[in-house]
């Protein structure tokens, strides 16, 4: 068994799943805010010069109690594996969404490009490199065609 | 608190953190092997098609008793923010490395640029999809110019 303790609060104008994009790519332009707990807020140090970050954190909303394995996912109306999908009702709920930083004060950080919900505890930073992160790819399975035109989430993995 | 079960196991040709490629960009070529636990494999249907994948795990040979805000990080020479590096020593040790997937074969997966110590905990799999994780940067901070050549790692962060 393993233990994270929170390091931080995300603020985002979502407040259900309902309406809430799905991926920072159905984001642009949407403002919200990081607070990292004072603690952690020496780690912080040299993050201002990325354009991007990663937000890695705990999908607090959704029903995880006992996650489905097979899932239809938002962007999609086919049952697929839970692992080929970014659904939030995983094993391990944790989400990775890359933001953009627009600047950082103190122990708060402003970011854009936000698909994630108000108030969602944050469990790590990390900075966005495209050396370590952009790879070329020819083939991502059931996202490169059969995708539905839906760009907001809605209520299908909320908890109960 | 928050508490999470590995869900598999991360196997490669590391067995400590000294030798081991810093990212999948310095660890091209290199194989390895995730082993899904039996009771999570349902969710790995459909993930085949995708080429490459995220892993998130544990860092679990890394110093976290009282990880240090402030680290010099495997690239660099100079002492930086955690949360700017992706340094495994880290107030929630997660793991992030995009590899290429080769083959499913039931609970296992081939896999490929594999920067990952073997026996690693695995928390979760997702697929790497391009138009959620490739995003444009001009600006990417102190990994911009001032790295050095290095790209193994050494055993700076590895526990007493």
């Not at 990081?34 to 354009?51: Q, S, T």
């Not at 970014?86 to 600047?103: D, F, K, T």
């Not at 950082?104 to 944050?122: E, S």
């Amino acid at each position: 068994m393993i233990k994270l303790t929170p390091i931080g609060i995300i603020h985002s104008p979502f407040r259900q799943a309902t309406g809430t994009p799905v991926q920072p790519s159905a984001a642009k332009g949407v403002e919200g805010a990081v607070e990292v707990f004072e603690e952690y807020a020496a780690g912080l140090k040299d993050l201002a010069g990325f354009e991007r970050i990663w937000l890695l954190y705990w999908f607090d909303r959704a029903e995880v109690e006992a996650p489905a394995l097979i899932v239809k996912p938002y962007l999609d109306n086919t049952r697929r594996g839970v692992f080929a999908t970014r659904a939030p009702a995983r094993p391990n709920p944790i989400g990775l969404s890359s933001v953009h930083l627009l600047r950082i004060q103190r122990n708060k950080l402003d970011i854009c490009d936000v698909d994630i919900l108000d108030g969602t505890p944050l469990l790590d930073i990390k900075p966005y490199v495209p050396q370590f992160d952009i790879f070329r790819v020819a083939r991502s399975g059931w996202l490169e065609g059969t995708v539905t035109a839906r760009r907001l989430a809605d209520s299908r993995f909320e908890k109960k």
